[in-house]
């Protein structure tokens, strides 16, 4: 990837907010970086250690840069996934040395600035110049030779050690930037458990806020609604026994429920006026014992509510 594109220039943006490297330059390794490679070998290597000499050794004359290094983080877990007794029983030291080279090999091409010779290695590592050869040869060896690394592999540890260095500079200094905040929250699964929980919480939450809301709106209709119609219903019996000859058909007119309508107030006036005539007459022809048309007020009555279409 070269310098100029602007893959790259983003990507050196991305490093140098997530991996601590302020303003520095990214030439070198910063100390959380090395202090992830010797928790790496701490935690996969049970029976011997690298100390930290050795893993900041490497970075301090400019040697090893961010990619580099989570190239050969790469290589370093193919290693311990292929043989994992070979990963442990070697030198955390050298296996890590060995993962550099190779690393900075396969990113830099002989004759560059930033090409590293092996001669340099072994200065910079105080080892001789066979046992580097060596060590580079069996590396390569337990890798099959598989040097090729993938977009996928590449950001999967680079958002591995995302996650590493933001966990450990909360707990160095005890509080979080909000970029360390937003690596850490897109990571966490139980955040997202979390977000799943309340998310359902808001939902039933809302379910029974609306159904309350809707029932303050329609029950007091629905108690009018019943109260007229059973005062009606005592009404019609009364007229019942006053009028004996009345056809028993139009006895059981009557609907149970039904909408108001949306212009209630200039419709119910109107309506209730009807039904006051008809009450006068009824009452008038009770009284003269007389017989009136049951089926228009039943109408009129109960179209007030809507029951009668």
């Known amino acids: 990837m070269p310098p100029v594109s602007l893959s790259f220039k ?12 302020g303003s520095r330059q990214m030439k070198s390794l910063p100390l959380p970086l090395s202090e992830l490679a010797m928790d790496y070998f701490d935690r996969h290597c049970p029976y011997d250690y690298m100390s930290m000499d050795s893993a900041t050794s490497l970075s301090r004359h400019g040697c090893v840069d961010a990619c580099t290094f989570l190239i050969a983080m790469v290589y370093l877990d193919r290693i311990r ?9 070697s030198d955390p030291g050298e296996l890590y040395l060995s ?3 190779i690393s900075s090999k396969y990113l830099h091409d002989v004759g560059q600035r930033e090409f590293v010779y092996n001669d340099e290695w072994a200065a910079l590592a105080s080892i001789s110049l066979k046992r580097v050869n060596e060590m580079e040869l069996s590396v390569l060896d337990a890798i099959h030779w598989n040097t090729n690394v993938s977009y996928v592999e590449f950001v999967q540890i680079l958002e591995e050690v995302e996650v590493w260095v933001a966990k450990d500079s909360l707990e160095k200094r005890g509080f979080c930037t909000y970029n ?3 690596i850490l929250l897109s990571k966490a699964s139980i955040i997202s458990d979390c977000v799943k929980l309340l998310m359902l919480s808001l939902a039933a939450f809302t379910f029974v806020y609306s159904t309350a809301i809707i029932s303050l709106l329609i029950f007091p209709h629905i108690a009018i609604s019943t109260s007229i119609q059973h005062n009606l219903v005592k009404n019609d019996r009364y007229i019942l026994s006053a009028s004996p000859t009345v056809d028993n058909v139009t006895q059981q007119k009557i609907v149970t429920s039904s909408l108001i309508p949306n212009n209630f107030y200039g419709w119910y006036i109107s309506h209730v006026h009807r039904v ?5 007459t009824s009452n008038i022809a009770i009284k003269y014992n ?20």
Not at 81 to 89: I, L
């Open 10 to 21: 983003r990507l050196q943006q991305r490093l140098r907010r997530s991996l601590c490297y």
């Open 81 to 89: 996934t292929a043989d994992k007794t070979c990963f442990e029983s």
């Open 99 to 101: 993962a550099l080279i």
């Open 180 to 182: 360390e905040i937003a």
């Open 276 to 280: 006051f005539c008809s009450l006068l």
């Open 290 to 309: 007389m017989l009136f048309n049951r089926t228009t007020f039943w109408e009129d009555a109960l179209s007030v509510y809507g029951l009668h279409s």
